[in-house]
Nanobody, 124 residues
């Protein structure tokens, strides 16, 4: 069973930056959606950003537009989430997952291959 692996989380102060990485088998990235999601205890998992690896097209949640950037490396095996101007409300467990096809919604229910997540903590 395919499982993506997240890394790069940590603790930063408000205004700081982090870059998360999502690694998966090369076959996933040939023509797929990869998304970053986050969840805090007691709340539903929410979509943060998605990318269609075939054309580098991306979508972002309103809460992170202008601050976060999703990208894919040229080898198509890693998807990154560059997070700048972090806020305390960005604190969450961050996950990545994949979805077949070119339509890349922010709804988590369409995705598979969930990893263990990486914790991001932003202090004020």
């Amino acid at each position: 069973q395919v499982q993506l692996v997240e890394s790069g989380g940590g603790s930063v102060q408000a205004g700081g930056s982090l870059r998360l990485s999502c690694v998966a088998p090369e076959s996933i990235y040939s023509s797929e959606c990869v998304g970053w999601f986050r969840q805090v205890p007691g709340k539903e998992r929410e979509g943060v950003a998605t990318i269609y690896t075939g054309e580098h097209t991306a979508a972002y949640a309103d809460a992170v537009k202008g601050r976060f950037t999703i990208s894919r490396d040229s080898a198509k095996t890693t998807v990154y989430l560059q997070m700048n101007s972090l806020k305390p409300e960005d604190t969450a467990m961050y996950y990545c997952a994949a979805k077949y096809g070119a339509y890349c919604p922010l709804e988590s229910r369409y995705y598979y291959g969930w990893g263990q997540g990486t914790q991001v903590t932003v202090s004020s």
